[in-house]
Nanobody, 122 residues
């Protein structure tokens, strides 16, 4: 049974750091391109960062502040968020790419978790 559970979201102040986790079961996060997405109220879901093999992608808005990584033993994908900004406030999801397409296109991803909320205050 495939399952993805995101955790680590919290209420933080601008400039602080936090780490999100995405733990999978029923499949290996090393076998798929894994992307972190986020969705703010009233906005479309957007790709934040993707890891596939040795290749990593970041959205321009988070480049230099966020770091994606994977732990084979824990079958988990992480998103280290540093120097967070108010505009980082969103529900964060991770997902596995199931068909060909852009790393940031939610339509080609599946195995979605329930998400974890990140709220940044000033």
């Amino acid at each position: 049974q495939v399952q993805v559970v995101e955790s680590g979201g919290d209420l933080v102040q601008a400039g602080e750091s936090l780490r999100l986790s995405c733990t999978a079961s029923g499949f290996s996060v090393w076998s798929y391109a894994m992307t972190w997405f986020r969705q703010a109220p009233g906005k479309e879901r957007e790709g934040v960062s993707c890891i596939v093999g040795d290749v990593i992608h970041y959205a321009e808005s988070v480049k230099g502040r966020f770091t994606i990584s994977r732990d084979r033993a824990k079958n988990t994908v992480y998103l280290q968020m540093s120097r967070v900004k108010l505009e980082d406030t969103a529900m964060y999801y991770c997902a596995a790419q199931l068909s060909s397409g852009r790393w940031y296109d939610p339509a080609v991803f599946g195995y979605w978790g329930q998400g974890t909320q990140v709220t940044v205050s000033s």
